[in-house]
């Protein structure tokens, strides 16, 4: 126990520990306004036609980043629970690059998705933390994310470094593919990123998680919605939430919210709402909807936005490329979760029946 230092909860510790390993993450891999990986030379998915990312949990969540962000460039794109690979995959051949997504390398459900895509002739890269893992030893390249070593049951400093590590090999791979077309604001984008980890330290001395956390305490149900990048954020909200204050939590495609979900909304149902700045005007007319059942809405994103206006409450983060600021809201929405689990007295480390890597099927 030693090795939390001054923090309660090794997850609070990781949690603060993200401008440091945010900071590792990105280190070097941006050169003159290109994206260099060490061991992956310039060109290296000139043959690609597909990606396919296959994970599990949280790097599901990181994985569907990646992808959205990639599909921005019009490279071919599939993201796929690795559990449900065999029945739900596209077309597989040589053209194909099959990503494993897997902060310990060792969750089986991803090892035999990428085995069988390797199988079908694909060439495989796992995006990992853990050096000489399986997924790394066996993939025929890796790309780690260099989170450093995570104790919490719960992954968050991890989810983080995926979701940039796999915004840059988005961008790598875009500068290869010759089909693909690089993002318009690419320059900036990568710009804002170097200064996510001070955007990051600035979340963490100014949340008001602890707060808000009390306030909502009782609920009967937390629900989180987005859309686009959002939508991730929010699924990965939903799965903190519940992974460790065992309260019912669950994440919408803000859309998604008027066909089923709306009914189980009330007062008692806090709706956080995600945003980045692109794409969010079905969050916010669903986040209305919610409201005028009752609903509490939650607005967490950025300042200067329509739905900081009508929101009851907020969790802010700083101004920031729209691509970087989901990743900002995600910080708020751990805090959020660690916060209302401690209240509950949870043992936040380790919830009840989960495992930090699952290496059965
Ligand atoms: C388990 C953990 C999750 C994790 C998932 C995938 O379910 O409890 O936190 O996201 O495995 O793990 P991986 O090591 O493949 O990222």
Same mark, same amino acid.
């Given at each position: 126990?030693?090795?939390?230092? /001054?923090?309660?909860?090794?997850?609070?510790?990781?949690?603060?520990?993200?401008?440091?390993?945010?900071?590792?993450?990105?280190?070097?891999?941006?050169?003159?306004?290109? @994206?260099?990986?060490?061991? *992956?030379?310039?060109?290296?998915?000139?043959?690609?036609?597909?990606?396919?990312?296959? #994970?599990?949990?949280?790097?599901?969540?990181?994985?569907?980043?990646?992808?959205? *962000?990639?599909?921005?460039?019009?490279?071919?794109? /599939?993201?796929?629970?690795?559990?449900?690979? /065999?029945?739900?995959?596209?077309?597989?051949?040589?053209?194909?690059? =099959?990503?494993?997504?897997?902060?310990?390398?060792?969750?089986?459900?991803?090892?035999?998705?990428?085995?069988? #895509?390797?199988?079908?002739?694909?060439?495989?890269?796992? @995006?990992?933390? &853990?050096?000489?893992?399986?997924?790394?030893?066996?993939?025929?390249? #890796?790309?780690?994310?260099?989170?450093?070593?995570?104790?919490? &049951?719960?992954?968050?400093?991890?989810?983080?470094?995926?979701? &940039?590590?796999? #915004?840059?090999?988005?961008?790598?791979?875009? +500068?290869?593919?010759?089909?693909?077309?690089?993002? $318009?604001?690419?320059?900036?984008?990568?710009?804002?990123?170097?200064?996510?980890?001070?955007?990051?330290?600035?979340?963490?001395?100014?949340?008001?998680?602890?707060?808000?956390?009390?306030?909502?305490?009782?609920?009967?149900?937390?629900?989180?919605?987005?859309?686009?990048?959002?939508?991730?954020?929010?699924?990965?909200?939903?799965?903190?939430?519940?992974?460790?204050?065992? $309260?019912?939590?669950?994440?919408?495609?803000?859309?998604?919210?008027?066909?089923?979900? *709306?009914? *189980?909304?009330?007062?008692?149902?806090?709706?956080?709402?995600?945003?980045?700045?692109?794409?969010?005007?079905?969050?916010?007319?669903?986040?209305?909807?919610?409201?005028?059942?009752?609903?509490?809405?939650?607005?967490?994103?950025?300042?200067?936005?329509?739905?900081?206006?009508? =929101?009851?409450?907020?969790?802010?983060?700083?101004?920031?490329?729209?691509?970087? +600021?989901?990743?900002?809201?995600? &910080?708020?929405?751990?805090?959020?979760?660690?916060?209302?689990?401690?209240?509950?007295?949870?043992?936040?480390?380790?919830?009840?029946?989960?495992?930090?890597?699952?290496?059965?099927?």
């Amino acid at each position: 126990d030693a090795g939390k230092g /001054e923090y309660d909860h090794y997850m609070l510790k990781e949690i603060h520990n993200q401008p440091t390993s945010l900071s590792n993450t990105i280190e070097g891999r941006i050169e003159d306004g290109d @994206v260099a990986f060490e061991d *992956l030379a310039a060109g290296s998915f000139e043959d690609i036609e597909t990606v396919q990312f296959v #994970a599990c949990g949280t790097s599901y969540h990181a994985a569907m980043y990646g992808a959205q *962000l990639l599909r921005a460039t019009g490279v071919r794109t /599939e993201v796929l629970r690795a559990s449900e690979y /065999e029945s739900m995959t596209g077309p597989v051949d040589e053209a194909t690059l =099959a990503v494993a997504v897997t902060q310990s390398g060792e969750t089986a459900d991803t090892l035999d998705a990428v085995r069988e #895509a390797a199988d079908r002739g694909a060439r495989t890269l796992a @995006v990992t933390n &853990v050096v000489g893992s399986t997924a790394a030893r066996e993939a025929d390249d #890796a790309i780690y994310i260099r989170a450093g070593p995570e104790v919490g &049951v719960a992954a968050t400093k991890t989810f983080s470094s995926q979701a &940039v590590t796999l #915004a840059l090999l988005t961008q790598r791979i875009a +500068a290869d593919v010759p089909s693909a077309t690089p993002v $318009e604001d690419r320059a900036t984008m990568l710009e804002e990123l170097q200064r996510l980890p001070e955007h990051v330290e600035s979340v963490l001395e100014t949340t008001d998680a602890d707060d808000l956390a009390r306030e909502t305490l009782d609920s009967e149900s937390y629900f989180f919605i987005g859309n686009g990048l959002s939508h991730s954020v929010a699924l990965e909200g939903a799965l903190k939430f519940k992974e460790i204050t065992y $309260e019912h939590a669950e994440g919408f495609a803000a859309g998604q919210l008027k066909h089923g979900p *709306l009914a *189980l909304v009330t007062d008692e149902t806090p709706v956080f709402s995600i945003y980045t700045g692109i794409g969010d005007e079905k969050t916010r007319t669903n986040a209305i909807e919610a409201q005028s059942r009752g609903a509490p809405i939650v607005a967490v994103g950025p300042d200067d936005h329509p739905l900081v206006e009508v =929101a009851d409450a907020r969790l802010a983060v700083p101004d920031t490329h729209p691509v970087w +600021a989901g990743l900002l809201a995600n &910080v708020q929405l751990q805090l959020l979760s660690y916060h209302a689990a401690k209240q509950l007295d949870r043992p936040i480390d380790k919830p009840r029946n989960l495992a930090k890597s699952v290496t059965v099927e």
